[in-house]
Antibody, heavy 120, light 113 residues
Framework: EVQLVQSGAELKRPGESLKISCQGS????????LVWVRQMPGKGLEWMGI????????RYSPFFQGQVTISVDRSINTAYLQWSSLRASDTAMYYC?????????????WGQGTMVIVSS | DTVMTQSPDSLAVSLGERATISCRSS????????????LAWYQQKPGQPPRLLIH???TRVSGVPDRFSGSGSGTDFTLTISSLQPEDVAVYYC?????????FGQGTKLEIK
């Protein structure tokens, strides 16, 4: 079964760092782009950036450039989204998803989401 | 960035009736060399991740009921549910994947009247 499994919910303080993960299985992880999508409470979907596990090429939405870092560890089929200094406004559900599974860049497989709460 | 605008923001339709959601792109998403529209539709139910319903503007994903259909080209697109079922209550998003960032519409909340 093709799936993406994300790390568990996080409760952090403002200013703390965080790295959440997304592990793929059931397909060739290195040959499909992965995207990170933010969904703030009660709001819509925001495309943050993508990473190609084959060569770790990462590209960001201008809005999120410099705010987060997207990376990958091919040896364990895992992509990451990290913050160096969290803010309350980073409170959201974060999804990873696969691109290109249907020969298009639509996201055909989604992780279950990681809820990040940033509160003092 | 390409701005995707959906209408309406919310919609209430009776069971068995047709539901229509519109999506407009601020830039063309039709790639003329392959005549494909780089447009997808997703369904998101409460507490769940989004689910891909349609890509290439009109190609249904395997397992998606045929009451869901997509149409349109260039900058104007439509998602139609021909006969609304209770399990179709959800928020629907369009997304362009023509140019990064692959932006989403703001979402349309579909409810039963």
């Amino acid at each position: 079964e093709v799936q993406l499994v994300q790390s568990g919910a996080e409760l952090k303080r403002p200013g703390e760092s965080l790295k959440i993960s997304c592990q793929g299985s059931g397909y060739n992880f290195t040959t499909y782009w992965l995207v990170w999508v933010r969904q703030m409470p009660g709001k819509g979907l925001e495309w943050m950036g993508i990473v190609y596990p084959g060569d770790s090429d990462a590209r960001y939405s201008p809005f999120f450039q410099g705010q987060v870092t997207i990376s990958v560890d091919r040896s364990i089929n895992t992509a990451y989204l990290q913050w160096s200094s969290l803010r309350a406004s980073d409170t959201a559900m974060y999804y990873c998803a696969r691109l290109g599974g249907l020969a298009s860049d639509a996201s055909d497989i989604w992780g279950q989401g990681t809820m990040v709460i940033v509160s003092s | 960035d390409t701005v995707m605008t959906q209408s309406p923001d919310s919609l209430a339709v009776s069971l068995g009736e047709r539901a229509t959601i519109s999506c407009r792109s601020s830039q063309n998403v039709l790639y003329h060399s392959n005549n494909k529209n780089y447009l997808a539709w997703y369904q998101q139910k409460p507490g769940q991740p989004p689910r891909l319903l349609i890509h290439w503007a009109s190609t249904r994903v395997s397992g998606v009921p045929d009451r869901f259909s997509g149409s349109g080209s260039g900058t104007d697109f439509t998602l139609t549910i021909s006969s609304l079922q209770p399990e179709d209550v959800a928020v629907y998003y369009c997304q362009q994947y023509y140019r990064t960032p692959y932006t989403f519409g703001q979402g349309t909340k579909l409810e039963i009247k």
